[in-house]
């Protein structure tokens, strides 16, 4: 069975600081994983999506990376602003569901 | 395109009677899936649908619950009779194969 774990549960920055969130998985057979960003009391954004072939990805001030082999992702993220402020969700695809992991709670302090 | 549509975006009601949940896919996705998130088990995935048809229903709490998918473009989750504990936030998502998957806004669900 599948278990996706964040690590940290919860970090505070000021504004500026460049961060990064992991995520670690324990199948290393998945097709996919995803980062999704999550409002208070709103819907999961889809940030990233890095297939199995793939090592990274990137998006603006947002970049995802990809180790299958050690089960690890990360998400790194850019001259942090007080927008950034969310729930930030990875997701591993094993065939045909996304199993997720519990969340980090990001605070930009400005 | 409008994205994954839920309805309604909220809902009140009273222990024992039955609620329905609405969603509608993405055009041309030809997967499904249900999840609820609550504060203590975050999200769980209940069902999921590939080309209309239940695949996986494992995640289903109770037989309370049921969900049907009868096209490609609609699908309802339906719980009966409700409790208070089936209050959550119950997500609808949609993909297509192993690309990205969208979630729609989400049915918040109070049942007092």
Redesign the interface.
């Known amino acids: 069975k599948q278990e996706v774990t964040q690590i940290p549960a919860a970090l505070s920055v000021p504004e500026g600081e460049n961060l990064v969130l992991n995520c670690s998985f324990t199948d290393s057979a998945i097709?996919?994983l995803?980062w999704?960003r999550q409002d208070p009391?709103?819907?999961?954004?889809?940030l990233l999506?890095i297939?199995s072939s793939q090592r990274e990805q990137t998006s603006g001030r947002l970049n995802a990376s990809l180790d299958k082999s050690s089960g690890r992702s990360t998400l790194y993220i850019a001259a942090s602003q007080p927008g950034d402020s969310a729930t930030y969700?990875c997701?591993v695809?094993g065939g045909?569901?996304?199993?997720?992991g519990?969340?980090t709670i990001l605070r930009v302090k400005s | 395109d409008a994205g994954v549509i839920q309805s309604p975006r909220h809902e009140v009601t009273e222990m024992g009677q039955e609620v329905t949940l609405r969603c509608k896919p993405i055009s041309g996705h030809n997967?499904l899936?249900w999840y609820r998130q609550t504060m203590m088990r975050?999200?769980e995935?209940l069902i999921?649908f590939?080309n209309n048809v239940p695949?996986?229903d494992s995640g289903m709490p109770e037989d309370r619950f049921s969900a049907k998918m009868p096209n490609a473009s609609f699908s309802t989750l339906k719980i009966q009779p409700s409790e208070p504990r089936d209050s959550a936030v119950y997500?609808c998502?949609s993909s297509l194969q192993?690309?990205?998957?969208?979630?729609?806004?989400?049915t918040?669900l109070t049942v007092v």
Not at chain 1, 41 to 46: A, I, N, Y
Not at chain 1, 96 to 100: D, Q
Not at chain 2, 98 to 106: M, P, W
Request: charged content about 10%; proline content about 0%.
């Open positions: 097709y996919n995803q999704f009391g709103k819907g999961l954004t889809s999506l297939q969700l997701a695809n045909n569901k996304l199993v997720f519990a969340g | 997967s899936f975050g999200l995935l999921y590939n695949i996986d997500f998502a192993v690309a990205g998957y969208t979630f729609g806004s989400g918040r």
